[in-house]
């Protein structure tokens, strides 16, 4: 049997015709930018975070840097982050000349160990992005007092977790700032690049649209030094389409996920396997990942029996060449050092069969019994 660690083209199948009558449109029209369904779009995203206004940008990386942009930060400020994320949280940060200054994760959720936020803190501390890993919320609670207490902005990294909600508000509105990206293996997946920033912060709301048309206010004349951070026509006319459907489907990614768990508790294999833990948040599964043993040698065996499963992330960012002047050393981060040594990803999407689940659980099984 052959599983990919994503399958794309069968969610495809099910909305091709909505999608092309969607891009029929557009292309009649002949407008391709700002016409439109990017402004649909972004009202449709404000109202379901419960945020008042959202700005459609060209990816979720270029949402944390305008984001960071918008609350003015300046070379030589500090950005409290994880060294356990995609790069593009980091390099956001770097490019504005700014420092990142990284805490550890909690092993079980994979997210920032709020615990250790407040020794990190220093008078040119700036912000925290708190990274919403996997598709579960951090600990979103303590952030915001911490925050409160030193004065400092909150831009939530939620590129992988659109739609989780923490004590029943959705990533995104739990901050100054929430970024999403649309990125085709995302949850919500444009077919291209493409993000959002949604804020309840009119003057960073007015400030963002600005620096998504090269800072201007008005055309040609221009306030601010932006760039071209903007949402194509095309885009936002296909995630309009998939927004629809965005519920249902994180609701399908639970219940694999749930069927997951099911499926390991009766193989005995959770004394291998440690599921991630749900916390008082919701979990919108991007992706389904476990710690285990003999990691390399299991992704080895997986792969040769047709599964396809990925690590995130086999090296942490503060190992990275590119980030070596900061002057991290391997042993700094023992927790995110040892996820990036043990954690698996498996086959995670809505259109995971009960059937491709029991294969892939009975392989890994089979792999331990021969171990
Ligand atoms: C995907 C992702 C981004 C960047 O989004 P792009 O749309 O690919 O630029 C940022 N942060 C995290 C955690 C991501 O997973």
Not at 303 to 316: S, V
Request: with cysteine; net charge positive; glycine share 6%.
């Amino acid at each position: 049997m052959n599983i990919p660690l994503l399958d794309l083209k069968i969610q495809y199948q099910s909305i091709k015709s909505e999608i092309k009558q969607a891009l029929d449109k557009v292309l009649e029209s002949q407008h391709f930018i700002l016409n439109g369904h990017v402004e649909t779009l972004e009202k449709k995203i404000a109202h379901y975070c419960g945020c008042d206004y959202a700005i459609g940008v060209s990816s979720g990386s270029d949402a944390l840097l305008v984001s960071l942009m918008a609350i003015d930060i300046q070379p030589g400020d500090e950005v409290i982050t994880v060294p356990y994320t995609f790069f593009a949280t980091v390099g956001s940060i770097v490019r504005l000349g700014a420092k990142p200054v990284f805490v550890d994760i909690e092993l079980d959720t994979f997210n920032i160990d709020v615990n250790q936020i407040e020794e990190k803190i220093t008078p040119r501390t700036k912000a925290v992005i708190p990274v919403h890993l996997f598709g579960q919320c951090c600990e979103m609670q303590a952030i915001i007092d911490i925050a409160r207490k030193y004065n400092l902005k909150i831009i939530e990294d939620a590129a992988q977790a659109i739609g989780a909600e923490y004590k029943q508000k959705k990533t995104g509105s739990l901050g100054d700032i929430g970024c999403f990206s649309f990125f085709p293996s995302k949850n919500l997946g444009g077919y291209g690049d493409g993000g959002m920033v949604v804020t309840k912060v009119k003057p960073i709301y007015e400030k963002i649209k600005m620096l998504r048309v090269h800072g201007a206010s008005s055309k040609y004349y221009h306030k601010l030094i932006g760039g071209n951070f903007r949402l194509d026509e095309l885009q936002a006319a296909i995630l309009l389409v998939k927004f629809k459907y965005l519920d249902a489907w994180n609701k399908k990614r639970a219940e694999c996920a749930q069927r997951y768990y099911q499926l390991f508790s009766e193989t005995g294999l959770l004394d291998f396997i440690i599921p991630p833990k749900i916390k008082q948040s919701n979990h919108v599964f991007h992706q389904y990942v476990v710690r285990v043993q003999k990691r390399d040698q299991l992704l080895k065996y997986l792969k040769t029996q047709g599964i396809g499963c990925a690590i995130y992330y086999p090296l942490p960012l503060h190992l990275q060449e590119s980030l070596s002047s900061l002057g991290y050393k391997r042993g700094d981060f023992p927790q995110t050092e040892r996820a990036s040594k043990e954690t698996l990803a498996l086959p995670m999407y809505p259109e995971l069969t009960i059937k491709q689940q029991e294969y892939i659980v009975k392989k890994i099984r089979d792999f331990y019994n021969q171990v």
